[in-house]
C-alpha cells in the first residue's frame, strides 16, 4: 500500500508477502505472543517445504492491546518495511522481536519491568536487535494507514486473536501453531 497518488509519495511500505505460488497461506501474527512467535518461526521452513512457486505466504500484523507495547512494536515492523530491504527488514524486526521477546513484552500482561518502559525504549530496543535505524520511519507521517490497513483486514475477515491462518482466503480452525511444518504444507496442497 501506498499514499495516494494525489501527493508525492515519499515512501512505500513492502507487503509482506513472500513466495509467488497460487496458493495463499495468510497468517495473522502478534509479534509479542509466543504463539505467533512460534508460527513465524516455521515460516521459512514452510515456504522450503512446500515450495515458492506454490504457495504465497503472507504476514498480517493482528495487534492486540492485552499485548501492552503491540501497537509501537507492529508500527516499527511496518516501519521497517519502507526501509531499504522492504519486506526483509520487516522481518528481521519481526525476528528480533521473537528473539528478545520477554523484553517486549509484560508479565502477565500487566506487570514487571517494561512498566517503566518508554516508546522509545522499546524502539531503541529494536534498533539494537535487528541492527535497522527505525525512528525516522517510524515517524513517517500516514504511516498509520498501514497500520490500519491491517487491523481492518483482520477485522473483515473476522479474525480477532493470533495466530489465525488463512488459505486462500478462507479462516482455517484446524490449523495450529504447534502443528509440524509437515502437517500446514500438506493442508497447502
Not at 512505500?12 to 504463539?35: K, Q
Not at 517445504?49 to 503491540?70: F, V
Request: proline share 7%.
Amino acid at each position: 500500500m501506498t499514499q495516494p497518488a494525489s501527493s508525492a509519495p515519499t515512501w512505500r511500505a513492502d507487503p509482506l508477502a513472500w513466495g509467488h505460488g497460487p496458493r495463499v497461506f495468510e497468517v495473522f501474527l502478534e509479534p509479542t505472543c509466543p504463539y505467533s512467535v512460534r508460527a513465524f518461526g516455521k515460516l521459512d521452513a514452510l515456504l522450503d517445504t512446500a515450495g515458492a512457486d506454490k504457495i504465497t505466504i503472507k504476514i498480517r500484523l493482528q495487534s492486540q492491546p492485552w499485548h501492552m507495547y503491540s501497537g509501537v512494536i507492529v508500527r516499527c515492523i511496518l516501519a521497517a518495511s519502507t526501509l531499504p530491504g522492504g519486506k526483509e527488514s520487516a522481518k528481521a524486526v519481526m525476528a528480533a522481536v521473537a528473539a528478545h521477546r520477554e523484553e517486549f513484552e509484560f508479565e502477565r500482561h500487566c506487570g514487571g519491568p517494561n512498566m517503566d518502559a518508554t516508546p522509545n525504549d522499546i524502539i531503541a530496543r529494536l534498533e539494537r536487535y535487528s541492527g535497522l535505524a527505525l525512528r525516522e520511519a517510524f515517524a513517517i507521517p500516514g504511516l498509520d494507514t498501514e497500520v490500519k490497513w491491517h487491523a481492518k483486514y483482520a477485522r473483515q475477515n473476522g479474525i480477532h486473536v493470533s495466530p489465525t491462518f488463512m488459505i486462500d482466503g478462507l479462516v482455517d480452525p484446524k490449523i495450529s501453531s504447534g502443528d509440524e511444518v509437515a502437517a500446514w504444507a500438506e493442508r497447502l496442497r
